[in-house]
């Protein structure tokens, strides 16, 4: 036997065997980006614990709870077992609840109609929260630097909120930074704001794809509003899922005339060096340590170039360290960092000219290539005092000697 009640909610209720098995839903049309609550209700205990899977069809169980209320009327006892999930339907148009098994008693189907989500519009002041997307990229080219930006407008309270992860084809995805919390006021209304940044390196060149973002929300829902039983008044948090705009966007390939040099597109570049005896003088024998410091702004550390230092004097031995390097995450993006220390120990006395060290680079600014340089210079050995000292000491020995040597001869001759 089938009856139709309300509670002011749908619901269908349904004899499966001797237990009478409730089954209601909290709204009817819902929206595909909105979750609602579905109840199966039974005064009696099932045959057996339910079966939800056929739900996961048309729907995503976002929670389940089973919970059970006893109440007194006339000194008489009340028992009700409840199994509560919270749902969001896959697809739009009419859909069912599916019958569910508990053991041999049957639930009977329950119809419902799912809406199309409401336009994420976000100048509309009657929004409560919206996602908002754009890029900052000037031209794009094949692994230069793509700055995407996120921002979640509410002016609602939310229990708890977590957006999906950013996943774009044929590139690569870096998240700058922490998120940045603050207020925004649009066409009058105030909105509590938070914002993520991203930089996209794309790694080949045509139509760029950036797909929607997801955010879901536990809103806190106003207890007063709810024209539900006791039960549904109890329930304060409603999910919600709202998206992004997707953004689209051309990438221009590496230009026919650089393709023989080392790619880096960057928006800035800055090379530089440090000595440990500014005057570029040393003692033989003794290390001069030369740091150079590389910095390139809307790259990572993975697309700099190899710089070679090595020294092929036979007089002048060269011994670099490992280098640093790591990449910086701002909301302005990304900055690779490369450090490299080499010490140069002299073993003659005399001049070493080291060679330019230069870096080809693409500046995204001004679509020019550019170079970076460190001019040759030249580093002079001197002799130290150790070496002063010895030679001063051999020099005087030598002096010595040949007076002894005639002291001795008339002694000798005298015997």
Do not use: C
């Not at 597109?265 to 590389?294: K, M, Y």
């Not at 002048?316 to 390097?325: A, W």
């Not at 909301?331 to 330019?356: C, E, H, N, R, W």
């Amino acid at each position: 036997m089938v009856k139709q009640l309300v509670w002011g909610l749908l619901l269908i209720s349904t004899w499966a065997g001797a237990v009478e098995i409730d089954v209601g839903v909290d709204q009817n049309p819902i929206g595909i980006d909105e979750s609602f609550t579905l109840i199966f209700r039974s005064t009696s205990s099932p045959d057996d614990d339910p079966d939800f899977s056929p739900l996961d069809d048309g729907f995503e169980v976002l929670s389940q709870q089973k919970k059970q209320q006893m109440s007194w009327v006339n000194g008489e006892s009340n028992h009700v077992n409840l199994w509560v999930l919270k749902l969001m339907a896959k697809r739009v148009g009419k859909q069912e609840i599916p019958s569910i098994s508990f053991g041999d008693d049957e639930t009977e189907p329950l119809p419902i109609i799912v809406n199309e989500a409401a336009a994420n519009q976000p100048l509309n002041s009657n929004n409560t929260f919206f996602l908002q997307a754009e890029v900052v990229s000037g031209k794009a080219y094949v692994q230069s630097q793509i700055l995407y930006t996120v921002r979640f407008y509410r002016r609602v309270q939310l229990a708890q909120a977590g957006l999906s992860e950013l996943k774009v084809d044929d590139a690569v995805v870096e998240k700058l930074g922490e998120e940045r919390s603050y207020n925004k006021r649009l066409n009058g209304v105030e909105y509590a704001v938070s914002e993520l940044n991203y930089a996209i390196f794309p790694q080949k060149s045509g139509r760029l794809k950036i797909p929607q973002l997801a955010l879901t929300a536990q809103v806190l829902m106003d207890r007063q509003q709810s024209r539900y039983n006791s039960y549904f008044n109890r329930l304060t948090t409603q999910t919600r899922r709202i998206y992004s705009n997707s953004i689209e966007l051309d990438v221009l390939p590496v230009p026919d005339s650089l393709k023989n040099n080392h790619w880096l597109p960057a928006e800035e570049l800055v090379l530089d060096q440090q000595w440990s005896n500014a005057g570029l003088q040393t003692e033989v024998g003794e290390p001069i340590t030369r740091t150079i410091t590389l910095k390139a702004k809307g790259v990572t550390v993975s697309q700099l170039p190899e710089l070679m230092f090595s020294e092929n004097s036979r007089q002048l031995k060269t011994y670099p360290d490992k280098p640093l390097q790591h990449d910086e995450k701002t909301a302005d993006g990304m900055t690779a960092v490369f450090q490299q220390k080499i010490a140069y120990i002299p073993s003659a006395i005399g001049d070493f000219k080291l060679p330019a060290i230069e870096v080809p680079w693409f500046n995204r600014q001004t679509q020019k290539m550019e170079k970076a340089v460190l001019p040759a210079i030249t580093l002079v050995a001197i002799a130290g005092e150790a070496s002063a000292v010895i030679k001063q000491e051999r020099q005087q020995s030598s002096q010595e000697e040949p007076q002894n040597v005639e002291s001795q001869h008339p002694q000798d001759q005298t015997a």
